[in-house]
């Protein structure tokens, strides 16, 4: 089945050696609802970790994307997949090896199947790699979620995964054959995004306070970075701060948000940024309401606003408790 429920929500999965690593990118696209690790292709119901990595089982281990195929094309995660993987190494990716870390596309659907077929076809073709492509191109198969402490590893366990990566060779290597990827990304950005909200979101800029889209927004629902889609703040926690910029006391979820210090303009700030997609989004002041005391300044560029009675169709429906009636 590649539609959820029934929804306009399709699924897609890949296996591209440790689940660890292919998640983020995944996740950081506009349009993508959820990335799960797992184990696919093989033959024991419910394995375990440990019954996959023995190489007995026959799973692989790979990811399963829900995504929005009005806001994301198939073909994008396609780019984005061999982007992030060894395609001409057949006994499994940099440092892991065994048939577990073997890479796959796994399609649900003909035109899954096509589009993926052609990727493949265009990859061989363009002289990137001196060997053959070996991913092969498969039927999707039932999906087993591995375990809970797998999931969102690199968000849950961020320092060593990082290691891991960069000891793995994983990262040499996407540098060495994809070298002008972060390149094409900026691009895509600036078509997608308005010169504004690329100025805001990639170059730090800071845009006219009492003009822009929701300093004094008044509707329900949450804001989402402009660039992935990660919720970052609800209108439950926005107030008018006087400040001429959408103004909270705190984001949705603590690990959403990264600071780093802000030395410019001859002064010392804590700067904001998304998690997923390091978008700067604005500062953070002390000088908020209590008990928090604090005062989230953000650029309207860095967000889109999702209005409550929007979002189970958008995908965000597990937000709605926000605003349940008390």
């Known amino acids: ?65 829900s995504f929005d195929p009005r806001k994301l094309d198939y073909e994008v995660l396609l780019d984005t997949f061999w982007q992030q993987i060894d395609p001409t190494d057949e006994g499994g990716q940099f440092f892991d090896r065994g048939s577990s870390y073997q890479t796959a596309i796994f399609y649900y659907n003909q035109a899954q199947q096509q589009k993926a077929e052609a990727s493949k076809k ?13 991913t092969p191109i498969l039927p999707a198969s039932v999906f087993y979620p591995a375990e809970d402490y797998h999931q969102d590893y690199y968000a849950e366990c961020p320092i060593p995964y990082v290691r891991y990566r960069a000891a793995s060779g994983r990262d040499e290597y996407i540098k060495k054959h994809w070298g002008q990827a972060e390149t094409n990304k900026k691009q895509d950005l600036r078509h997608r995004l308005s010169k504004l909200q690329y100025e805001v979101t990639q170059n730090n800029a800071t845009e006219p306070p009492f003009q822009n889209a929701f300093w004094n927004h008044q509707g329900e629902g949450i804001y989402v970075d402009i660039v992935s889609g990660q919720p970052l703040f609800s209108s ?20 959403v948000i990264n600071e780093k210090i802000d030395r410019s303009l001859l002064m ?59």
């Open 122 to 134: 265009d990859l061989a073709e363009s002289g990137r790699f001196s060997k053959p492509i070996v």
């Open 236 to 255: 439950v926690d926005q107030y008018d701060s006087g400040c001429g910029w959408p103004s909270f006391t705190r984001p949705i979820e603590p690990e």
């Open 268 to 326: 010392e700030r804590v700067e904001v940024r998304s998690q997923e997609a390091d978008s700067h989004l604005g500062h953070v002041f002390s000088d908020g309401p209590l008990p928090g005391g604090l005062r989230y300044c953000i650029n309207s560029a860095s967000l889109r606003f999702i209005a409550k009675d929007d979002l189970e169709r958008e995908g965000y429906g597990e937000y709605k408790a926000l605003f349940a009636e008390k």
């Open 1 to 65: 089945m590649d539609r959820i429920n029934g929804s306009n929500i399709e699924l897609a999965s890949f296996a591209g050696g440790c689940f660890w690593c292919m998640v983020s990118p995944f996740a950081e696209l506009d349009g993508v609802v959820d990335v799960k690790v797992g184990y696919t292709g093989g033959k024991t119901v419910n394995p375990t970790y440990e019954q996959v990595c023995s190489g007995k089982t026959g799973h692989l281990e790979a990811v399963q994307i």
